[in-house]
């Protein structure tokens, strides 16, 4: 009994910490995984670098392609997006 009233604070550390920072932790990383799936031509991002451009074209290997300015564009990481800033509509299929 005393040995595993030894144990007891270390069990209620752990489930503080996996409360307070595990979990959160594991849900924001979801919501920027959904963010980054659900990007489209037209959307205006702005990556982890502060670059802020619209998306032209969605390629294949988690990459994007990126105008920054008129004629300007670049390749960009998927997973390197931090922020939407607006989304578009969705095109209405006949």
């Known amino acids: ?9 270390l069990i209620l550390i ?3 910490m996996y409360f307070l920072l595990i979990r959160p932790q594991q849900k924001k990383v979801k919501q920027h995984q959904a963010m980054v ?7 205006q991002i702005v990556t982890q670098g502060g670059l802020i451009g ?3 074209k969605v390629k294949e290997d988690n990459e994007l ?5 008129e004629g300007v564009k670049v390749r960009v990481v998927q ?3 931090a ?6 509509e969705p095109a209405n299929k006949a």
């Open 1 to 9: 009994m005393d040995a595993f009233g030894q144990f007891i604070p």
């Open 14 to 16: 752990f489930a503080i």
């Open 37 to 43: 799936t659900a990007l489209r031509r037209g959307d």
């Open 54 to 56: 619209k998306v032209v």
């Open 65 to 69: 392609e990126v105008e920054l300015s």
């Open 79 to 81: 997973s390197t997006i």
């Open 83 to 88: 922020q939407v800033l607006s989304k578009t």
